[in-house]
């Protein structure tokens, strides 16, 4: 039983121009086959980001425009009432987006 010196790697495609001219490039330069598999490896990662953000920035701007606004929330009011006993008060805080004011 013999050990195979140089495993088939899986291929690996890009879906961008620019990283398949690089891809090709480090087919041409690395003369390692497991280190250009790592270094396109890689590169493949670096464009999955890139898809990722382009898609997330387009999707940001695209639905921007259709947005409800923040709402504007007003401070809560604070009443302090005097009670029966010497330095308690009674503190009720009343806010208009509770239900039970």
């Known amino acids: ?5 140089r495993p088939e790697l899986p291929a690996i495609s890009f879906s ?5 001219h690089l891809g090709r ?4 330069r690395v ?3 497991i280190l250009a598999w790592v270094l396109k490896s890689l590169l ?8 990722d953000a382009k898609v997330q920035s387009t999707l940001e701007r ?5 947005r409800p606004p923040e709402p504007r929330l ?9 009670s029966k006993v010497r ?3 009674i503190i009720q805080i009343k806010s208009p987006w509770t239900s039970n004011n």
Do not use: V
């Open 1 to 5: 039983m013999s050990i195979d010196p």
């Open 16 to 20: 961008l121009n620019p990283y398949q």
């Open 25 to 28: 490039w480090i087919d041409e």
């Open 31 to 33: 003369q390692h086959p």
């Open 44 to 51: 493949k990662g670096l464009e999955d980001l890139w898809i």
């Open 62 to 66: 695209a639905i921007e425009p259709h």
């Open 74 to 82: 007003r401070a809560p009011k604070r009443l302090t009432l005097p």
């Open 87 to 89: 330095g308690l008060d």
